[in-house]
């Protein structure tokens, strides 16, 4: 699970995560769930709940990718 996925991805040197943007989709907007993702921060740059549209997308690449 996703969950489960940062714990390892927390657990790389730094050099791996150089330039990476990690963003969570979720379905979820259980509070549990979100104090959860909240623990990984600064890892998790973002959180957005589904459903992933256009628009959500347009903003995050936006953000991270200007130019």
Avoid: C, Q
């Avoid at 990690?22 to 769930?33: A, G, I």
């Avoid at 957005?48 to 549209?53: A, D, F, Q, R, V």
Wanted: no cysteine.
């Amino acid at each position: 699970d996703g969950f489960e996925f940062l714990e390892n991805y927390k657990g790389l040197p730094a050099e791996r995560k150089t330039g990476v943007i990690v963003m969570m989709l979720t379905t979820s907007n259980n509070p549990k769930d979100l104090n959860k993702a909240n623990d990984f921060k600064p890892t998790i740059k973002g959180l957005i709940e589904k459903p992933l549209t256009e628009e959500k997308v347009k903003e995050i690449w936006a953000h991270y990718f200007k130019d």
